[in-house]
C-alpha cells in the first residue's frame, strides 16, 4: 500500500478512538447531570467509534500494513449546558467528515481502490452521524432556555438506543 496512505489511515483510526473518548467524556457529563438516556445515547456512540476504529485496523492488517497505534488526546471537560455538547458533537462530526472526504481525495490519487470503497462506507455513515447529532440539536433548541418535562421525555426516548453492530464489522 502507498506510505502517505497508511499513515493516512493510522491517523484515521486513532481519530476515531478520539470521537469515542469525546462521547465518553460527554456521556459523563450527561450522567452527572442526571440526563441518564442522553449519556446513554453517548455511551453507544463512543461505542461505534471504537468501531470504526476496528474497521480501520482490520482494513490495514488484512492487506499487510502496519498499524501503528498513536496517543489519543484528551477531550474537552467543561460543557456550558445540553445544547453546548450537541453543538460540539455536530461541529465534531462536520470536522470527521471533512477528513474521511480527503481520505477518499487520497485513495483516489493513489488509486487504491480497495481503500476507496472501505472509506466510502464512512462517507454515507458521516451524512448519518451529522444528520442524529443535528436532528437533536434542533430538539432542545425548540425546548428552548426552561426545557422541563419535555427534556426529561426526550432523555427516555434516547434511552432506548439500540447498539447495532456497523456493517462492515458485521459481514465478518
Ligand atoms: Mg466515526
Not at 19 to 31: P, T, V
Not at 84 to 98: I, M
Not at 107 to 115: P, R, S, T, Y
Request: proline share 3%.
Amino acid at each position: 500500500m502507498d506510505k502517505k496512505l497508511v499513515e493516512a489511515l493510522n491517523r484515521q483510526l486513532v481519530a476515531e478512538y478520539y470521537s469515542g473518548y469525546l462521547y465518553l467524556q460527554m456521556a459523563a457529563w450527561l450522567e452527572r447531570r442526571n440526563l441518564k438516556g442522553f449519556a446513554h445515547w453517548m455511551k453507544i456512540q463512543a461505542r461505534e467509534e471504537a468501531c470504526h476504529a476496528s474497521i480501520f485496523f482490520n482494513h490495514l492488517a488484512s492487506r499487510g500494513a502496519e498499524v501503528v497505534l498513536d496517543k489519543i488526546d484528551a477531550p474537552p471537560n467543561a460543557f456550558k449546558d445540553i445544547a453546548d455538547v450537541f453543538e460540539a458533537t455536530l461541529e465534531h462530526e462536520r470536522s470527521v467528515s471533512r477528513s474521511i472526504d480527503r481520505l477518499v481525495e487520497l485513495a483516489f490519487e493513489v488509486k487504491d481502490h480497495a481503500a476507496r470503497i472501505l472509506i466510502e462506507w464512512f462517507v454515507t455513515e458521516q451524512i448519518e452521524e451529522e444528520a442524529s447529532a443535528s436532528e437533536i440539536l434542533e430538539k432542545i433548541r425548540i425546548l428552548g432556555k426552561e426545557p422541563g418535562p419535555a427534556l426529561l421525555a426526550m432523555d427516555s426516548s434516547l434511552a432506548g438506543r439500540a447498539f447495532s453492530l456497523p456493517a462492515p464489522l458485521a459481514e465478518k
